[in-house]
């Protein structure tokens, strides 16, 4: 926000910044992260749940973050190291890392490992994890503890909304200005496990008792974009306004999930409240996702998941978007279950893989997103970081471009959707059929290196492939990433698509750098544009018709 000059004067003395926090904003077809007024796309990495716990072993790492062209790191703060004492809060550990990160230009994402953290309870500081009448425990079906604080409870959410609004405090009195820290996360990869529920006399007791209105109300101002299954299981009970958990939602594993992911939400939404209350950063919540066939009670079930998230945003107005962990190999599908018009797309944790690189490029593209973050970012080696860090450089190049692409809609993600899917992607833009074939490994040697009319296949290791394409003008595309073959048709029978010119090259300071004229052998005379595997790289091209 740009404040009349007059009113500078008036800002100071109130104590209030004269420039505008970090916060989340609509931009066209997109939500866009703000930092210093700016759009800021998170190219980023998530550390290892024991790195920020010591800041001199952290700093070996400061300068590989900025080889791999990070902006951001996402670093964990921990309520048992900040609060050992109850109500004697210790944040060394925030200051230093605050300082390490400003010293080295890169923004940070603070992760509150806090009530819980991948369902368990295990940085709950001391003198909570002791006192278990006041902080009482989840119990399974036999009545044993879990390593679990119980979310239906006061004083649990009340020592954790109190440790959670002081750190936000201590950071705005000592960041506001600088806004090295952009966002924050409430817990991590909340949950419960071994159980659908909990089972202790507490949660029996409201599990018997009336859904609440908060739930209801929301149920039907948004029935007719409920996620599928809540709704099914709602209409199977004849979709009634009030009743017992049971009665609304039906006796079945999925209603006991329903009912613990609406109180660990509530929870949740108490902390993030009492923390925004402090200093008011977007906040989001991550899941831990599920594996194919797993049944609540299996995995981490009652988390910000893709079919929980109405009960989620029901529940905790606080956070504004919900997060995906992904690790499993199908990045299209997970991706796509949570970018919604309603909920950016942010990835806070990601495989530290080879397709990492190419995974990133398709989720700004694609879906607009705010964010990746491979998980132990500090682990990463091989090749892995060295595609990684070339992904990364051309995100850091082309961010003007995508983040005017993604407000206005003319950017795609270009990745297979999975191992099945043979045929090339193929989709339109500006009245043109794009189709693009991924090409998983270096060629053989030939002759001419580029012309392969055998089809043989090399047997050298599996390389990722994938990229994005920004519309640029009228018939003028730019393509950026690797392993890709991209052709073009005409929609206007009788007529072909054929190529004017095109050419590789980077962007410097925004201004675009000529490489190489690509003709002849490189774009097959005329027939296609190919990014060759093994070597991520920015291709402009002009089409024509005749």
């Not at 074939?437 to 001419?448: G, I, N, Q, R, V």
């Not at 073959?485 to 072909?496: A, I, R, Y």
Request: hydrophobic letters at 40%; proline letters at 6%.
């Amino acid at each position: 926000m740009n404040y009349p000059i007059y009113l500078l004067p008036v800002l100071l003395l109130a104590g209030l910044s004269a420039t505008a926090s970090p916060a989340l904003h609509k931009n066209g077809s997109a939500t866009q992260l703000m930092v210093d007024e700016k759009p800021f796309l998170v190219r980023g990495g998530e550390l290892g749940n024991s790195t920020a716990s010591n800041l001199d072993y952290l700093g070996q790492y400061w300068s590989r973050f900025k080889e791999l062209h990070l902006n951001t790191v996402l670093a964990p703060v921990y309520w048992d190291r900040m609060e050992p004492v109850e109500g004697t809060y210790d944040f060394s550990l925030v200051d230093g890392l605050i300082r390490d990160a400003r010293k080295h230009g890169i923004k940070l994402v603070l992760l509150w490992f806090g009530t819980w953290k991948n369902s368990m309870s295990c940085y709950a500081p001391e003198w909570v994890k002791k006192d278990t009448d006041r902080f009482p425990r989840c119990r399974d079906r036999n009545g044993n503890a879990l390593e679990i604080l119980a979310p239906f409870h006061e004083e649990g959410a009340k020592a954790d909304a109190k440790a959670f609004a002081a750190l936000m405090r201590h950071i705005r009195e000592i960041d506001e200005a600088e806004q090295t820290v952009i966002m924050v996360q409430p817990e991590n990869e909340i949950g419960m496990i071994q159980h659908a529920r909990c089972y202790s006399d507490t949660a029996n007791q409201l599990y018997s008792s009336e859904v609440p209105q908060i739930l209801m109300d929301y149920l039907f101002a948004n029935r007719d974009n409920l996620e599928p299954k809540l709704l099914r299981d709602w209409s199977a009970q004849g979709c009634p306004g009030n009743g017992t958990w049971r009665e609304v939602f039906g006796d079945s594993p999925h209603a006991e999930e329903v009912f613990m992911a609406f109180h660990f939400a509530r929870y949740t939404d108490r902390v993030a409240s009492a923390g925004k209350a402090e200093y008011e950063l977007p906040m989001f919540v991550n899941a831990a996702l599920i594996r194919p066939g797993y049944q609540p009670g299996q995995y981490v079930g009652a988390g910000p998941l893709p079919h929980l998230i109405d009960i989620w945003k029901a529940a905790a107005p606080s956070i504004d978007f919900i997060s995906p962990d992904i690790y499993f190999p199908d990045f299209v599908r997970w991706t796509r279950e949570y970018a919604r018009s309603d909920n950016p797309l942010f990835i806070p944790e990601a495989l530290r893989n080879n397709d990492a690189s190419v995974n990133a490029l398709y989720a700004f593209a694609e879906h607009a997103a705010i964010g990746f973050n491979p998980f132990g970012i500090e682990s990463i080696t091989g090749q892995a970081k060295t595609l990684l860090s070339q992904s990364y450089g051309i995100i850091e190049q082309l961010e003007p471009l995508i983040i005017q692409a993604q407000a206005k809609g003319t950017i795609r993600g270009l990745l297979r959707e999975s191992e099945r899917q043979l045929q090339p992607l193929q989709f339109r833009m500006d009245g043109i059929e794009i189709n693009v074939a991924f090409e998983y490994a270096l060629p053989p040697s030939l002759a001419d290196g580029v012309i392969n009319e055998a089809g043989d296949r090399s047997s050298a290791e599996r390389l990722p492939a994938g990229g994005l394409v920004i519309q640029t003008g009228d018939k003028e595309f730019l393509f950026a990433g690797m392993g890709l073959t991209v052709t073009f048709q005409s929609l206007e029978p009788g007529t072909k698509i054929g190529i004017v010119e095109a050419e590789e090259g980077t962007f410097t300071d925004g201004q675009w750098k000529n490489t190489l004229w690509l003709n002849g052998d490189q774009t097959h005379q005329g027939r296609h544009i190919r990014l060759v595997p093994g070597m991520f790289s920015i291709q402009r091209v002009k089409l024509y018709s005749y």
